[in-house]
C-alpha cells in the first residue's frame, strides 16, 4: 500500500503561488496520483489527477517527477478561498488511504 | 442525482444504540466507498463496493460495522451497538467503474455523534 507524506501546514499570502509536495515512495506502478481539497463541515473535492510528468488544469498544476515517488501540487495566484486541507490519494481501487493532509491557511 | 447523496446529515444517538446511515451515488457509477473522519483527523477508508460487491471489508472497524449495497445503487453502512468513539463523519463517495485513476466524488457526510 503506497503511503503519503505531507506537510501538516502551510500559511501562505493571497496572489503567491503555492506548492505542496507529497512523498510516496511505494507507489504501485498502476496507481494515479490524485489531489482533493477539503474544506470544514464538506466532503472532499477533486482538483486534480496524473499519471507521470505534469497535467494542468483550471485550478491547478500536478508536476510528476520521472520516478514518480513523489509529486508537487501547484495553486497560482492563491486567494482566502483557498484557505482548506489538501490531500494527496495513491492507491489501488479497493485500498484508499488518504493522509492527513495539508492545512493550507491562506492571509490576505 | 446531480451529485452523491447522504442521510441523515446529523444523527444524535446514544450509546449502545444502533444506527443505519444512507447513500445514495451519482447516477450510473458503479463503485461505492465509505469512509469515516473523526474530528480533526484524515479521511480513513471503511470499505468499497464494486456493484453489489464488497471485495474487501478490512477498513471495517469492527464486526459492529456492517454495509451493505442494493441494486448496484444506494448503500447502507449500519454500526451496531454504538460506541462514543463511533462519534465522526462518515462520507460517501462514488465513481463511474472504480478503477485506478477514476475519480470520486464525495457526497456532504453524516456526522454521527454518540452520547
Known amino acids: 500500500l503506497a503511503k503519503t507524506t505531507q506537510p501538516i501546514s502551510m500559511d501562505s499570502y493571497e496572489g503567491q503561488e503555492v506548492n505542496i509536495t507529497c512523498s510516496h515512495n511505494n507507489i504501485a506502478t498502476n496507481d494515479y496520483i490524485t489531489w482533493y481539497q477539503q474544506f470544514p463541515s464538506q466532503g472532499p473535492r477533486f482538483i486534480i489527477q496524473g499519471y507521470k510528468t505534469k497535467v494542468t488544469n483550471e485550478v491547478a498544476s500536478l508536476f510528476i517527477p520521472a520516478d514518480r515517488k513523489s509529486s508537487t501540487l501547484s495553486l497560482p495566484r492563491v486567494s482566502l478561498s483557498d484557505t482548506a486541507v489538501y490531500y494527496c490519494l495513491v492507491g489501488a481501487t479497493d485500498k484508499l488511504i488518504f493522509g492527513t493532509g495539508t492545512r493550507l491557511q491562506v492571509f490576505p | 442525482g446531480a451529485g452523491v447523496s447522504q442521510s441523515p446529515s446529523n444523527k444524535v444517538t446514544e450509546k449502545g444504540k444502533d444506527v443505519e446511515l444512507r447513500c445514495d451515488p451519482i447516477?450510473?457509477?458503479?463503485?461505492l466507498y465509505w469512509y469515516r473522519q473523526s474530528l480533526g483527523q484524515g479521511l480513513e477508508f471503511l470499505i468499497y463496493?464494486?456493484?453489489?460487491?464488497?471485495?474487501?471489508k478490512s477498513g471495517l472497524p469492527s464486526d459492529r460495522f456492517s454495509a451493505e449495497r442494493t441494486g448496484g445503487s444506494v448503500s447502507t453502512l449500519t454500526i451496531q451497538r454504538t460506541q462514543q468513539e463511533d462519534s465522526a463523519v462518515y462520507l460517501c463517495?462514488?465513481?463511474?467503474?472504480?478503477?485506478?485513476?477514476?475519480?470520486?466524488?464525495f457526497g456532504p457526510g453524516t456526522r454521527l455523534t454518540v452520547l
Open positions: 447516477s450510473g457509477h458503479t463503485a
Open positions: 463496493f464494486q456493484g453489489n460487491s464488497a471485495p474487501d
Open positions: 463517495a462514488s465513481s463511474l467503474e472504480g478503477t485506478s485513476g477514476d475519480t470520486q466524488y
